[in-house]
């Protein structure tokens, strides 16, 4: 089955400025397809009648942090009842003969479940997409203790749209990215480089052209340098400490740190970063964001997370160089960077709609969310069982949450020529298209519960159920962001009516109503609407956005 994302730049209207077109069922999908995870058709609906304005508010309205993750079912813990949170609650002292309980494996459980819970819940909101992005983007992976997972994603999802240089000064001391790139052995006399060059390359400037030995557009080789010797001096405690006191903390230790003057190349003025002690590491990343290309490198990485991988030079004079301006003159905020760009022409040409191939998260969260009717059990470990299955899903088709495989984040997001393509392949294709016919014909199992997606309950959600044309056509424009072919509709409808007349459906659907109980009749409609949506959600349009 091809996918017939297009494989030139979208083109149209170049603008950033703000978009002046018709505002339908159309727009509206689009907008909520790529800002939020998988949009209900009674969401898009609301879209319209609120407006352009109005929606963006709603998507960036400012929202509590979510409550912790809790233990769902171990009663191995003795520090951590069954309901409580783990988040601060020490880990056990083991003799050597007992036998090993596992509390890290049931916590690294309990966090992924209730991730992918606050993603299936989130409502109309940009913040989940966001925090998908900066985990991308300060990308981390081996991390053995969940509760230094837990502060990384949750200092991500609290700059979700943020201020950037707040959020890299945040991140340069984050107990977890001083483990990942040893930040914590970083020390003078024995500078460690690996943040120094990760910062520059990968989270703020990007590795530019190379124009010599060891010197590129954006930065040298002496930067990278001088800024560990900079950097040196921060030390993380707490990790897997079975010390109840003794709580997750960066400190500076002021004897392990450089504090002789550190001078940066040219690409950087030829600053000077002078001795600041535990703030010296800030001054660092302001003197980094002086740089033109930091606000230009982040606005591209949005580019590519929003519209398209490819980008033409109009493309990056027209909309990306406007993009770093405005957040340049907000003082690096994202905020109105991102409300400028989501309501700019740009965003809404036509050619800018439905090219981008879903990545894993996105169709297996579009597989259930978008049907509106999924019901979480009731009580805790059959909900954080299901919504741990749900985690699971894009596991098995190269994308795990918590998990990317490269500092540099997932290898679609950068890697050329092919990027987003890099997602489908003769090994995911299959598993995609076998966990959405899996949800709609059987639903998705756990141990002791099961997933599943009402469809009768579903359609009754949609706007003239009774009409098979109308149906069919809410159907695709709900799940796919392109049209569909004439012959496609037509396949599609003899499904609902092999061979019959329009009339039919109307008058088995209505007969369904009036007589529910008739188990019967009630399978025959559940089962041409379980197979239409099946293939529908095979179509190589589903796995586009």
Same mark, same amino acid.
């Given at each position: +089955?091809?996918?017939?994302?297009?494989?030139?730049?979208?083109?149209?209207?170049?603008?950033?400025?703000?978009?002046?077109?018709?505002?339908?069922?159309?727009?509206?999908?689009?907008?909520?397809?790529?800002?939020?995870?998988?949009?209900?058709?009674?969401?898009?609906?609301?879209?319209?009648?609120?407006?352009?304005?109005?929606?963006?508010? !709603?998507?960036?309205?400012?929202? *509590?942090?979510?409550?912790? *993750?809790? @233990?769902?079912?171990?009663?191995?813990?003795?520090?951590?009842?069954?309901?409580?949170?783990?988040?601060?609650?020490?880990?056990?002292?083991?003799?050597?003969?007992?036998?090993?309980?596992?509390?890290?494996?049931?916590?690294?459980?309990?966090?992924?479940?209730?991730?992918?819970?606050?993603?299936?819940?989130?409502?109309?909101?940009?913040?989940? =997409?966001?925090?998908?992005?900066?985990?991308?983007?300060?990308?981390? #992976?081996?991390?053995?203790?969940?509760?230094?997972?837990?502060? #990384?994603?949750?200092?991500?999802?609290?700059?979700? %749209?943020?201020?950037?240089?707040?959020?890299?000064?945040?991140?340069?001391?984050?107990?977890? +990215?001083?483990?990942?790139?040893?930040? @914590?052995?970083?020390?003078?006399?024995?500078?460690?480089?690996?943040?120094?060059?990760?910062?520059?390359?990968?989270?703020?400037?990007?590795?530019?052209?190379?124009?010599?030995?060891?010197?590129?557009?954006?930065?040298?080789?002496?930067?990278?340098?001088?800024?560990?010797?900079?950097?040196?001096?921060?030390?993380?405690?707490?990790?897997?400490?079975?010390?109840?006191?003794?709580?997750?903390?960066?400190?500076?230790?002021?004897?392990?740190?450089?504090?002789?003057?550190?001078?940066?190349?040219?690409?950087?003025?030829?600053?000077?970063?002078?001795?600041?002690?535990?703030?010296?590491?800030?001054?660092?990343?302001?003197?980094?964001?002086?740089?033109?290309?930091?606000?230009?490198?982040?606005?591209?990485?949005?580019?590519?997370? /929003?519209?398209?991988?490819?980008?033409?030079?109009?493309?990056?004079?027209?909309?990306?160089?406007?993009?770093?301006?405005?957040?340049?003159?907000?003082?690096? @905020?994202?905020?109105?960077?991102?409300?400028?760009?989501?309501?700019?022409?740009? /965003?809404?040409?036509?050619?800018?709609?439905?090219?981008?191939?879903?990545?894993?998260?996105?169709?297996?969260?579009?597989?259930?969310?978008?049907?509106?009717?999924?019901?979480?059990?009731?009580?805790? =470990?059959?909900?954080?069982?299901? %919504?741990?299955?749900? /985690?699971?899903?894009?596991?098995?088709?190269?994308?795990?949450?918590?998990?990317?495989?490269?500092?540099?984040? %997932?290898?679609?997001?950068?890697?050329?020529?092919?990027?987003?393509?890099? %997602?489908?392949?003769?090994?995911?294709?299959?598993?995609?298209?076998? /966990?959405?016919?899996?949800?709609?014909?059987?639903?998705?199992?756990?141990?002791?519960?099961?997933?599943?997606?009402?469809?009768?309950?579903?359609?009754?959600?949609?706007?003239?159920?009774?009409?098979?044309?109308?149906?069919?056509?809410?159907?695709?424009?709900?799940?796919? *962001?392109?049209?569909?072919?004439?012959?496609?509709?037509?396949?599609?409808?003899?499904?609902?009516?092999?061979?019959?007349?329009?009339?039919?459906?109307?008058?088995?659907?209505?007969?369904? !109503?009036?007589?529910?109980?008739?188990?019967?009749?009630?399978?025959?409609?559940?089962?041409?609407?379980?197979?239409?949506?099946?293939?529908?959600?095979?179509?190589?349009?589903?796995?586009?956005?």
């Amino acid at each position: +089955m091809p996918i017939t994302a297009p494989l030139s730049p979208p083109g149209g209207n170049l603008s950033l400025e703000p978009y002046t077109g018709e505002w339908t069922y159309t727009q509206a999908a689009h907008l909520l397809r790529r800002a939020m995870f998988a949009p209900t058709h009674a969401q898009i609906k609301a879209a319209v009648a609120k407006g352009l304005d109005a929606t963006i508010d !709603e998507l960036f309205q400012d929202l *509590p942090m979510p409550e912790p *993750p809790v @233990n769902s079912y171990s009663e191995e813990d003795p520090n951590v009842p069954i309901g409580e949170t783990w988040i601060n609650a020490p880990y056990l002292e083991q003799e050597e003969d007992e036998e090993e309980i596992d509390l890290h494996g049931y916590r690294h459980y309990s966090l992924r479940a209730w991730t992918f819970g606050l993603i299936l819940n989130e409502g109309v909101s940009i913040r989940e =997409k966001m925090t998908l992005f900066w985990h991308n983007h300060f990308a981390i #992976h081996e991390i053995e203790d969940p509760k230094y997972l837990y502060l #990384h994603i949750q200092l991500l999802r609290s700059h979700a %749209w943020g201020n950037f240089k707040d959020l890299v000064k945040a991140i340069t001391i984050d107990p977890a +990215m001083l483990r990942m790139l040893n930040g @914590n052995q970083n020390e003078k006399g024995s500078p460690n480089e690996n943040y120094a060059r990760e910062l520059l390359e990968l989270h703020t400037v990007g590795k530019g052209i190379q124009v010599g030995e060891g010197d590129y557009t954006t930065f040298t080789e002496q930067d990278v340098v001088e800024i560990a010797r900079a950097l040196t001096g921060w030390r993380d405690r707490g990790h897997s400490t079975t010390d109840p006191m003794q709580q997750i903390e960066v400190y500076y230790d002021a004897e392990r740190h450089d504090t002789t003057s550190k001078q940066l190349s040219p690409r950087f003025n030829n600053a000077t970063i002078n001795d600041g002690g535990a703030d010296e590491y800030k001054q660092v990343v302001d003197i980094v964001f002086q740089h033109p290309q930091a606000a230009r490198y982040i606005c591209t990485k949005l580019y590519r997370w /929003f519209i398209y991988y490819k980008i033409s030079d109009s493309a990056m004079q027209n909309v990306i160089e406007p993009m770093a301006q405005l957040l340049i003159s907000n003082d690096f @905020n994202i905020k109105p960077v991102l409300q400028a760009f989501l309501k700019s022409q740009h /965003f809404f040409d036509i050619l800018s709609v439905g090219p981008l191939i879903k990545n894993p998260i996105d169709h297996v969260i579009t597989g259930i969310k978008t049907f509106g009717v999924a019901q979480y059990p009731e009580d805790l =470990k059959s909900r954080y069982e299901i %919504w741990y299955r749900v /985690f699971d899903q894009p596991s098995n088709m190269q994308m795990e949450y918590f998990r990317p495989p490269e500092v540099a984040g %997932w290898k679609v997001f950068y890697q050329a020529p092919a990027y987003y393509r890099l %997602w489908i392949n003769a090994s995911t294709l299959p598993i995609r298209m076998n /966990f959405t016919n899996t949800l709609i014909l059987e639903g998705l199992a756990g141990e002791d519960v099961r997933l599943e997606i009402d469809v009768l309950k579903f359609v009754k959600t949609l706007d003239d159920p009774y009409d098979p044309n109308k149906l069919i056509e809410n159907l695709a424009k709900l799940f796919c *962001p392109h049209s569909l072919t004439a012959n496609q509709m037509k396949i599609l409808k003899e499904i609902l009516l092999p061979g019959l007349p329009d009339q039919v459906w109307g008058v088995e659907f209505t007969e369904y !109503e009036a007589n529910p109980t008739d188990l019967e009749q009630r399978m025959v409609i559940e089962d041409k609407l379980r197979q239409l949506l099946r293939t529908i959600l095979n179509l190589p349009e589903f796995f586009l956005s």
